[in-house]
Structure formats: C-alpha cells, structure tokens
C-alpha cells in the first residue's frame, strides 16, 4: 500500500467513524471545517461505510508543486454500496514520506 493510500485510508476511516472534528484538526480545516464534512454527509442523506475488501479505488495525479498529488476517493454507502459521493485530497510529501492532507472536496460526482 503506498503512503498516499494509507493517507487517503485514514481520512476515509474518520469520514466513516463521524469524526469530522478530528479530520478537521488533522487537515487544519484548510479548505472544510469539520461543521462542513458533517453537512456534506447529511445532505447526501446515506450512512458512510468502509470500502469493502478488495474495492478500494482512488484517482491520483501528481500536481505541478512537486510531492503534491490529487486524489478523488470513492466512497460507499450502506444503502448503495459504491455511492456517487466522492471525497477529493490534496496529499503532499512534506516529510520525505509523511505526508499532509487537505479535505479539497466531498460532493457527488
């Protein structure tokens, strides 16, 4: 598992768990504050699960700002299984390998 998965992985966990708050201060509510997750979710309506064994799946292309890469991230409901509602990351390798994540976006796509 690469390290921008694992990142991408942890965020999508927190989405899963509600712990908007804790997404918020890992990503220091760059772009969407936890008050901003929670509403996304709701306004989508369905209950986040894990993605299951083996369905794992993110679009990742590097950016220009080199280390820096944009993920869109597939996310599963309760309800529908693979759902329209996509989650987009900024990930930057700041750490030679620790990375730092930015919520961009949780829409349907």
């Given at each position: 598992m ?12 927190l ?7 804790v ?12 008050s901003d997750?929670?509403s ?5 309506g369905?209950?986040?699960v894990d993605?299951p ?8 292309a ?11 991230i ?5 309800e ?30």
């Amino acid at each position: 598992m690469s390290p921008i998965e694992v990142a991408s992985r942890i965020v999508v966990a927190l989405l899963v768990a509600c712990k908007y708050d804790v997404v918020e201060a890992l990503t220091r509510g760059t772009r969407l504050s936890a008050s901003d997750l929670r509403s996304a979710v709701a306004a989508y309506g369905r209950t986040l699960v894990d993605v299951p064994e083996g369905q794992w799946r993110q679009d990742v292309a590097q950016m220009d700002d080199p280390g820096s890469f944009h993920v869109i991230i597939d996310l599963w409901t309760l309800e529908e299984g693979r759902s329209d509602l996509s989650l987009e990351l900024l990930v930057r390798d700041r750490y030679q390998g620790s990375f730092e994540v930015e919520v961009l976006d949780l829409h349907v796509l």
